[in-house]
């Protein structure tokens, strides 16, 4: 089986510059949208089994991987626009839409808000429910931390110290290697 080609790209969506992956092969376009922990990332194993049949694009949806993270809600609907503009800017008229989870809910404002662009929805681990009122802050007053690594002391002062640290938190190999994977080192840790 031939290796599918994976093209990495910043692509401007019209105020924000989105991470993306892409077969830019020939065939109906699949767009994958990850979960809220995740990223584009989490697709390879699909790109690499549908790439030569399909052209896959997996973005870092905003505020994830290495997309910008504006101050914004960080709603369903934003995002949903974010990937209007994503197919845009990258010639694509209609895609199947496969959404994990968050992404599941952003699959499903894009095709309500788009249906001519959506030729198919695959929802995965998403309920319908969700909550009966959302906030009503201003971006500018929504604490940028995420209620499950709040508490993290980080920066972490190596990258042993921060696999050590995942090690002892998290309860499943899954996770751990997604929280590892994820790890950027900077200036600060």
């Known amino acids: 089986m031939e290796m599918t080609r994976i093209h990495r790209s910043m692509v401007d969506c019209g105020g924000i510059n989105l991470f993306c992956r892409d077969t830019r092969t020939d065939g109906e376009a699949i767009l994958c949208l990850h979960g809220r922990w995740g990223r584009g990332e989490t697709w390879i194993d699909f790109i690499r089994r549908y790439g030569g049949r399909y052209r896959v694009i997996a973005p870092d949806l905003r505020g994830h991987g290495l997309s910008e993270k504006p101050l914004a809600r960080y ?32 699959a499903g404002w894009l095709a309500a808000r788009e249906p001519s662009r959506v030729r198919a929805v695959a929802i995965l681990d998403k309920s319908s429910s969700g909550p009966a009122k959302g ?55």
């Open 75 to 106: 709603t369903a609907q934003e995002m949903a626009a974010d990937m209007v503009a994503l197919l845009d800017r990258l010639g694509v008229e209609r895609a199947i839409v496969v959404g994990h989870s968050m992404g599941g809910h952003v």
């Open 135 to 189: 906030s009503a802050l201003p971006p500018e007053e929504i604490p940028p931390v995420d209620p499950m690594t709040k508490d993290w002391p980080q920066p972490f002062p190596s990258l042993r110290d921060a696999e050590e640290f995942l090690e002892s938190t998290i309860d499943s190999d899954l996770g751990y290697r997604y929280f590892k994977n994820s790890l950027q080192e900077g200036v600060e840790g």
